[in-house]
């Protein structure tokens, strides 16, 4: 599959004659930026960035700026999740199911803390 994205319908062209067996071919797919849903781009920092390119010139750089801004925050959210991600992983990895506790969940690093005196400080 191909696809083609122009900024408008206007600059779509017609395919050079090597390519023409793809012209109407379901494996070629035209992408109107213009003409997309605005809230598409709210969805997905790419496609924004790749509108930026048919946006006018008096525009364009505050434009850039909020997709700075959003890509950052974007990452930085994206990071705190993988952290918060990785603690409950090692939070989870750390109880085990204690078979006196009744079921309950009883700490490994409490019980290896008090049973050995170098972990425990002592």
């Keep these: 599959m191909a696809i083609m994205i122009f900024t408008k319908r206007s600059l779509?062209?017609?395919?050079?004659?090597?390519?023409?067996?793809?012209?109407?071919?379901?494996?070629?797919?035209?992408v109107y930026l213009d003409e997309l849903?605005?809230?598409?781009?709210?969805?997905?920092?790419?496609?924004?960035?790749l509108q930026l390119i048919g946006v006018k010139d008096d525009v364009a750089p505050e434009r850039a700026r909020q997709l700075i801004e959003r890509a950052r925050s974007e990452v930085t959210d994206a990071a705190e999740q993988n952290r918060q991600r990785r603690i409950g992983i090692n939070h989870t990895g750390l109880q085990v199911p204690h078979p006196r506790a009744g079921g309950h969940?009883?700490?490994?690093?409490?019980?290896?803390?008090q049973a050995d005196p170098v972990l425990s400080g002592s």
């Design 12 to 30: 779509d062209r017609r395919l050079p004659n090597h390519f023409q067996d793809y012209a109407d071919s379901p494996r070629l797919k035209r």
């Design 37 to 49: 849903p605005a809230d598409l781009a709210d969805q997905s920092l790419e496609l924004s960035v």
């Design 105 to 113: 969940q009883a700490d490994v690093r409490n019980r290896r803390t």
